[in-house]
């Protein structure tokens, strides 16, 4: 008997139902602990994505007020300067500068047990510009931090 199976379909339908199999191709969950971490180092956004959804979890048992966390993206160039300005606006601020256009997205402060989502315009990422994600909390940017890379 022959098998009627084409190499190339096969690759096709693959290439189709992977992306699908995570949360979606354009959205990312990351959870964050009491132990100050980030579950993933890295995040990839394909270009063909229009909007990318990023949920963060704070996946801990302390308050806010004690080890917040939040999900900031900015060029990795900008992130010191974003973080320093941070702190000084606060926990009322989200601990962002109201208004920072450095800041590409973000989501607000949360505590143990909390989760929050944002979106932003794939449109916005350039091709090539280095990109990072960081917790703005007091102190906390220099262990929670990762890489954001707009992929092909
Ligand atoms: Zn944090």
Redesign the pocket.
């Known amino acids: 008997m022959r098998i009627r199976r084409h190499p190339l379909v096969l690759a096709v339908a693959f290439a189709l139902a992977g992306p699908a199999l995570a949360a979606g191709p354009c959205e990312a969950e990351i959870d ?1 602990t009491d132990a ?1 971490q980030f579950t993933k180092a890295t995040l990839s956004v394909p270009a063909s994505c229009k909007q990318f959804k990023v949920t963060l979890k704070h996946v801990g048992k302390l308050p806010k007020a004690a ?3 939040n999900w900031v993206l900015a060029k990795t160039s900008d992130l010191a300067g974003v973080a320093s300005d941070g702190i000084a606006a606060g926990l009322p601020n989200d601990y962002l500068k109201p208004g920072d256009a450095r800041v590409i997205a973000a989501t607000k402060i949360i505590g143990g047990g909390e989760s929050a989502s944002v979106s932003f315009d794939v449109a916005k990422l350039k091709a090539g510009e280095a990109y990072s994600y960081f ?1 703005s ?1 007091p102190g ?1 940017s220099g262990i ?1 931090k990762g890489t954001l890379t707009l992929a092909k």
């Open positions: 964050s100050m080890m917040g966390h917790c909390f906390h929670m």
